[in-house]
């Protein structure tokens, strides 16, 4: 009986693993497959006022809709931040949607940062990464954007409409989102409140 119990332990682990390469081979023909996006992310004024969400207040600083090349998705469950963003998408236009560039790339996400590495010489100049491509925190603005929003799969073409905010909570807790494209580091993540959502 433990043998049997086991050895069915085996096979379930095999073909999760077998499913996890599929899946990721998967993403990675997608990305490679991609047509480069040209147009850059909108951003504009708005006149919104502040709202209460989930405890929080959330204050819209600017209008925004991108449709951008989804290099890599992670999901979060614990700390502050999920409370109100569950998922953070890498998303990549211009040269940064390029199969050429992407495939002289190591993209990977964790800790709300996104990263990228290179071997040797970078496909392009770092400065033309950092402006075409961004690591942004997704606030679904009700369950049928969450539900979207967590369908979409990596080397997808998403399209997401709403506004950058800035966040805070009773007890002094903020978070803030950038508002320009060619920063980087701390700070330089956009927080998305997301109103729509998109896959091509």
């Known amino acids: 009986m433990v043998k049997s119990v086991k050895f069915w332990i085996f096979v379930v682990v095999i073909a999760f693993g077998v499913s996890q390469c599929a899946s990721k081979r998967s993403a990675e023909n997608r990305l490679l497959r991609a047509s480069p996006i040209a147009v850059a992310p909108q951003q504009g004024g708005t006149s919104q006022k502040s709202f209460a969400h989930s405890g929080y207040?959330?204050?819209p600083v600017a209008s925004y809709e991108i449709r951008a090349l989804v290099l890599s998705i992670e999901?979060?469950?614990l700390g502050r931040e999920a409370d109100l963003s569950p998922l953070d998408f890498a998303l990549g236009w211009g040269p940064?949607?390029?199969?050429?560039?992407?495939q002289e790339l190591e993209?990977?996400?964790?800790n709300r940062w996104y990263q990228y590495r290179w071997k040797g010489n970078p496909p392009i100049e770092?400065?033309?990464?950092?402006k075409h491509s961004a690591n942004t925190h997704l606030i679904p603005a009700n369950d049928d954007v969450r539900r979207a929003l967590a369908k979409v799969q990596k080397g997808e073409v998403v399209r997401l409409v709403g506004s950058l905010v800035n966040v805070d909570h009773p007890d002094g807790w903020r978070w803030r989102s950038s508002t320009t494209r060619d920063d980087s580091g701390g700070g330089s993540c956009?927080?998305?409140w997301v109103t729509e959502v998109a896959v091509e």
């Open 57 to 59: 207040r959330i204050q």
């Open 75 to 77: 999901s979060y469950r």
């Open 96 to 102: 940064m949607s390029d199969p050429a560039v992407l």
């Open 107 to 110: 993209i990977s996400q964790g």
């Open 126 to 130: 770092p400065a033309m990464i950092v």
């Open 190 to 192: 956009e927080l998305l």
